[in-house]
């Protein structure tokens, strides 16, 4: 269960699958920060299809660099408008 957490949710115009491949792309910069290992162990996130939303855990250091990063990315690469991002708490399983 993740206790800290970010949800994004896209706009209906943007591919999940594009969303997907721009978290993959914050995961290994924060490989350059924190190494494969620690990032592998501390890194998780969740999908919601149907709601067009991916919630990535923030409740490590290497976990909120993820975010950090992976917003900074989703912004620039869908625009500001395409995308909302809020803290949430308690969320089910994740990756």
Do not use: C, H, K, W
């Not at 993820?66 to 803290?87: K, S």
């Amino acid at each position: 269960m993740i206790r800290e957490a970010y949800r994004y949710r896209f706009r209906s115009d943007v591919n999940p699958r594009d969303v997907e491949d721009t978290l993959f792309l914050a995961i290994i910069a924060a490989e350059g920060l924190f190494g494969e290992a620690r990032t592998r162990m501390d890194v998780a996130y969740a999908t919601d299809p149907s709601l067009r939303a991916f919630i990535v855990d923030a409740s490590t250091e290497v976990g909120q660099a993820v975010n950090a990063i992976f917003t900074a990315f989703v912004m620039r690469e869908f625009g500001r408008l395409a995308v909302d991002v809020r803290r949430v708490e308690s969320v089910g399983e994740a990756r």
